[in-house]
């Protein structure tokens, strides 16, 4: 099994930016696609963008033009970038990655999740 361990979370002013950054670590063959998921409060948990193996990106309507996702493969490393943050961005935010762990088994794996505060 891996783990993903994501720091970068905290708190910023409305209009300010913030990166996220979530590693994978463990015993797995392959990093398949990542992604960034978040939840508000009362809220379900909704896909902010995913990125693939070779770099093709797929955001949520919300974020486009504001967040950009890439990832480092020799590191197993996804960032998020985030700017022009609104206070609707506030949101434990989840990374995701599907692993090969087996040549025949895929495995999906959760990060712990880290609070990102839009305030003024």
């Known amino acids: 099994q891996v783990q993903l361990v994501e720091p970068g979370g905290g708190l910023v002013q409305p209009g300010g930016s913030l990166r996220l950054s979530c590693a994978a670590s463990?015993?797995?063959?392959?990093?398949?696609?990542m992604g960034w998921y978040r939840q508000a409060p009362g809220k379900q948990r909704d896909l902010v963008a995913s990125?693939?193996?070779?770099?093709?990106?797929n955001y949520a309507d919300s974020v486009k033009g504001r967040f950009t996702i890439s990832r480092d493969n020799a590191k197993n490393t996804v960032y998020l970038q985030m700017n022009s943050l609104k206070l609707e961005d506030t949101a434990v935010y989840y990374c995701?990655?599907?692993?090969?762990?087996?040549?025949?088994?895929?495995?999906?794996?959760w990060g712990q999740g880290t609070l990102v505060t839009v305030s003024s």
């Open positions: 463990g015993r797995f063959l392959r990093v398949n696609v």
């Open positions: 995701n990655a599907d692993l090969s762990v087996t040549p025949w088994r895929n495995d999906a794996v």
């Open positions: 990125i693939t193996r070779s770099g093709t990106t």
